[in-house]
């Protein structure tokens, strides 16, 4: 599943990429890079928070809060529907 995590707050970053496992209280986000090779972990999930009508929520850890957006669901229904329209 592909995803955005945005840090919120004073120095917040944007990490793109595959989220390896449902953030879940006591648990580690994980967002695996595109290239396979490195990967983004967070400190443990206290809190999930999701908006209704989207795929965005809203986490918080031990030390930082982030938005993450599900990206995936757009493009596995094209996947779905035929492939691409390259």
Known sequence: ???VLRKLGRGGRTITGRLVRAPRKG???????SDGMHEYVTT???RVLKLAGGEVFYIETMN??????????ELAL???MG???N
């Open 44 to 46: 443990p999930v206290r």
């Open 64 to 73: 930082s809060r982030y938005r993450l957006e599900v990206r995936t669901r």
């Open 27 to 33: 648990s580690v986000i994980v967002i695996e890079f």
């Open 83 to 85: 492939g691409s329209s």
């Open 78 to 80: 094209d996947e779905v």
């Open 1 to 3: 599943m592909q995803v």
